[in-house]
T-cell receptor, first 116, second 111 residues
C-alpha cells in the first residue's frame, strides 16, 4: 500500500529558531499533500494544502509567513515553522493521496514539536 | 460547511465485547468516508474506506457502514481485544476537497 514517511518524529527547539519537517511519499507520486496540526486530545486541523510546483493553499487563520510550505517534487513536501514560539508546540501530521490506489489518504507518522 | 461528529467521545468496555462507534456528518454530498486509528503520539492508520456508492466495507473484525442519506456511518468492532485500544477517527471527503475529521472516539478495551 501507499506509504508516507514523515521526519523527524520529534524535535525540541529553542524559541526564535526555525524547524523543518519533511513529508515524503515513498512508493507513489503525490501532486498534492496536506499538512495538519493536532492539539492534545483533539482532532486534526487542516493547516494547508501543498501543491507540487505551485504555492500552497492555506486555511483561514493559518499564518503563511510562519508556516512555510514547499512542494518542490512529486514525492516531497516540507513544512518550516519559522521563528518558533512555545505556542507552536503541537503534533504536526502530513498526508497524501495516491490517486491510483483505493486506500484514500495515507498519513505520515507525525512530528511532535516542542518549543522551549 | 461540512461538520463531522463522533459519539461517544470515549468508550471503555471489557475485552471480548462487540462495540459500535458512531460518526455523523452534515453534508450528504460526500465523495467517500474513511475510518482511521490513531495510537497515542502516532500518525493515522487507515482502517476502512467507503466510497459514496457503497453501503459497507469489512476488514477482519471491523465492519463499517455508510448511510449517506441520513449522514451516518458506524464502525463495528467484533470480539474486542486490548490491542484495539486507540482513538478512532472518521473523516469525510467532499469531491475534490480535503478530508474533514470528527473529534474521535477514545476506545479502551479492559483485559
Amino acid at each position: 500500500g501507499a506509504v508516507v514517511s514523515q521526519h523527524p518524529s520529534w524535535v525540541i527547539c529553542k524559541s526564535g529558531t526555525s524547524v523543518k519537517i519533511e513529508c515524503r511519499s515513498l512508493d507513489f507520486q503525490a501532486t498534492t499533500m496536506f499538512w495538519y496540526r493536532q492539539f492534545p486530545k483533539q482532532s486534526l486541523m487542516l493547516m494547508a494544502t501543498s501543491n507540487e510546483g505551485s504555492k500552497a493553499t492555506y486555511e483561514q487563520g493559518v499564518e503563511k509567513d510562519k508556516f512555510l510550505i514547499n512542494h518542490a517534487s512529486l514525492t516531497l513536501s516540507t513544512l518550516t515553522v519559522t521563528s518558533a514560539h512555545p505556542e507552536d508546540s503541537s503534533f504536526y501530521i502530513c498526508s497524501a493521496r495516491d490517486t491510483g490506489a483505493i486506500y484514500g489518504y495515507t498519513f505520515g507518522s507525525g512530528t511532535r514539536l516542542t518549543v522551549v | 460547511k461540512q461538520e463531522v461528529t463522533q459519539i461517544p467521545a470515549a468508550l471503555s468496555v471489557p475485552e471480548g465485547e462487540n462495540l459500535v462507534l458512531n460518526c455523523s456528518f452534515t453534508d450528504s454530498a460526500i465523495y467517500n468516508l474513511q475510518w482511521f486509528r490513531q495510537d497515542p503520539g502516532k500518525g493515522l492508520t487507515s482502517l476502512l474506506l467507503i466510497q459514496s456508492s457503497q453501503r459497507e466495507q469489512t476488514s477482519g473484525r471491523l465492519n463499517a457502514s455508510l448511510d449517506k442519506s441520513s449522514g451516518r456511518s458506524t464502525l463495528y468492532i467484533a470480539a474486542s481485544q486490548p490491542g484495539d485500544s486507540a482513538t478512532y477517527l472518521c473523516a469525510v471527503r467532499l469531491a475534490a476537497k480535503e478530508l474533514v475529521f470528527g473529534q474521535g472516539t477514545r476506545l479502551t478495551i479492559n483485559p
